[in-house]
Each structure stands twice: as C-alpha cells, then as structure tokens.
C-alpha cells in the first residue's frame, strides 16, 4: 500500500459525459501527479500541483482540468468523454518540491470505461 | 525532448533464472532513473532508483547501475521467481524548473516467469 488513495476504483460512463476523479496524497506529501495509462499510448503525465499551485502540465487535453484543495487532495475532471478517453488514470504524490529523485509514489489507479 | 526506450516483451523465463531488462534513455540533462513494478491488478510500485552516474540502485534482488556513457539502466536479477511475474517500467526524471518534476516512462515490459 502506497499511502496514495484514488476514487473510484472503476467507472463507466457514456460518451459526452462529465466526470471526477479523486486522490488522496500520501500522508504529509505536497506534490500531486495525474497519468495516463493507455494501451496506445503508455504511460502519459497529465499535470502536477505542489501544495495547491500548478507546477507542471504534460499532454492534457484541454478537456481535462485539475486542482489541488487546501487540505492537498486533489481532483482530475473530465468533461466531453469520448471512447478514446478510456484508460487507466493514475494519481501520484511526493513530498519534496524541485529534486528530480524524488520519489514519485502511485495510488492503485481509476479504471474509466467510456462506452 | 526527453525519452525511455525498454527492450520489447513480453518476456517469458523458467523460475531460477537470469534476468535482464534492457533500458537505455535519452536525456538532455542529469536526469534520475527509476524502475517501477505493476503487478497484476495494482498500481505501480517503485522497485528501485539511482540519482547519479554509478550509481546501484538495489531491491528484493533486482539491481540496475546508472551507466552514462552508455545512457542505460538495465534490470538485473539472478534467480527469479514466479512472484516477479508483471509488468516492468523504467523511467526518467530529468532536470527540474520551478520545481516541475516529470516522469518519463518506456512502455513497459510483461515478464512472466514459469514453474
């Protein structure tokens, strides 16, 4: 168990709909990730906050938002689902800021099937 | 930009023996290495990371060393058992602005040991 907690484990939705995705970081950690994983596609980043600021943005499609609440757990919305959107979606947490060995702890991953 | 290359699977052994897992990657500045483990139905584990050129990185057997002359972090272990059957994936993290940290991943290599 990494500490890092994601709900709902699995969700299925229809395409054009809206949904949430939530995480609880590890204890005492300030820096929140969101990847995607994919077959086509791998293992994506989506974006990081530290302690509620965005720090960094990778392929996240305009769809997509995030943010990080005061208490530091944090949200990953997605609006306008398509088929495609389908994947395993990864949120990750780490305490310390700006050292690139950090080590990047992952929660157990949201299964979102948009049929 | 920034990318990880893994020796193509899936990859099939018989308990006991020798594992190697090639990894090379390409960087543009000093970036830290890291191997992540999925199992079956869970999230991604950390197995092992090294910070710095020559550096090992060592854990439940597994080993890998940090070579930048030949910009590989190959995963090593020399009796290897059914339990390490999963999904293997080497990652980087290079140089941070602002405090941005990025994991670059490979796409991952299926092991699965026999018997």
């Known amino acids: 168990d990494s500490g890092v907690t994601q709900t709902p484990k699995h969700l299925i939705t229809a395409t054009g709909q809206r949904v949430t995705l939530r995480c609880s970081p590890r204890?005492?950690?300030?820096?929140v990730y969101w990847y995607q994983q994919s077959l086509d596609q791998g293992l994506q980043f989506l974006i990081q906050?530290?302690?509620?600021?965005?720090?960094a943005k990778g392929n996240i499609l305009e769809r997509f938002s995030a943010q990080q609440f005061p208490d530091l757990h944090s949200e990953l919305n997605l609006s306008s689902l398509e088929l495609g959107d389908s994947a395993l979606y990864f949120c990750?947490?780490?305490?310390?800021?700006?050292?690139?060995?950090?080590?990047?702890?992952f929660g157990e991953g949201s299964w979102l099937t948009v049929v | 930009g920034d990318s990880v290359t893994q020796m193509e699977g899936p990859v099939t052994l018989s308990e006991e023996a020798f594992l190697t897992i090639n990894c090379t990657y390409t960087?543009?500045?000093?970036?830290?290495l890291f191997w992540y483990v999925q199992y079956p139905g869970e999230g991604l584990q950390l197995l092992l990371k090294?910070?710095?050129?020559?550096d090992k990185g060592s854990n439940k057997g597994f080993e890998a060393t940090y070579r930048k002359e030949t910009t590989s972090f190959h995963l090593e272990k020399g009796s290897v058992q059914v339990s390490d059957s999963a999904v293997y994936f080497c990652?980087?993290?290079?140089?941070?602005?602002?405090?941005?940290?990025?994991?670059?991943f490979g796409q991952g290599t299926r092991l699965t040991i026999n018997p």
């Open positions: 990750a947490s780490s305490f310390r800021d700006g050292y690139s060995g950090n080590t990047i702890y």
């Open positions: 090294a910070t710095k050129a020559d």
């Open positions: 960087a543009t500045g000093y970036p830290s």
């Open positions: 990652a980087l993290s290079d140089r941070v602005i602002q405090g941005a940290q990025k994991l670059v």
């Open positions: 906050y530290y302690n509620g600021e965005e720090r």
């Open positions: 204890s005492g950690d300030l820096s």
